[in-house]
Nanobody, 121 residues
Framework: QVQLQVSVPGLVKPSMPPSLTCTVSGGSITTNYYYWGWIRQPPAKGLEWVGV???????CYRPSLNIHTSISRNTSKNQFTLQLSSVTPEDTAVYYC?????????????WGQGTQVTVSS
């Protein structure tokens, strides 16, 4: 059983870019051909795909977020990390990490618990 656990950053300010880390257990993030993604849900809106890192370490981001989004991984700790820069209150959302074995823009089978990130102005 794959489990994903998200760290909890809480309240951030625009000058303090949030870094979210997802720790995976029950499976390796380097296993072919899984993708490990970040999805968020802003207040009163639907789910929004943020970006993904593949089993091989390649990354892909939502085009509108590409300039201030970075996903990296630590294979020794079986973790992957989302780094946002230049955040604004529009980045306020519940952030989830999840695993995809198909269309990584929409198809996820295992999810972390979600963590609230609130960006103050």
């Amino acid at each position: 059983q794959v489990q994903l656990q998200v760290s909890v950053p809480g309240l951030v300010k625009p000058s303090m870019p949030p870094s979210l880390t997802c720790t995976v257990s029950g499976g390796s993030i380097t296993t072919n051909y899984y993708y490990w993604g970040w999805i968020r849900q802003p207040p009163a809106k639907g789910l929004e795909w943020v970006g993904v890192i593949s089993y091989s370490g390649s990354t892909c981001y939502r085009p509108s977020l590409n300039i201030h989004t970075s996903i990296s991984r630590n294979t020794s700790k079986n973790q992957f990390t989302l780094q946002l820069s230049s955040v604004t209150p529009e980045d306020t959302a519940v952030y989830y990490c999840a695993r995809s074995n198909g269309n990584y823009r929409r198809d996820y089978d295992y999810w972390g618990q979600g963590t609230q990130v609130t960006v103050s102005s």
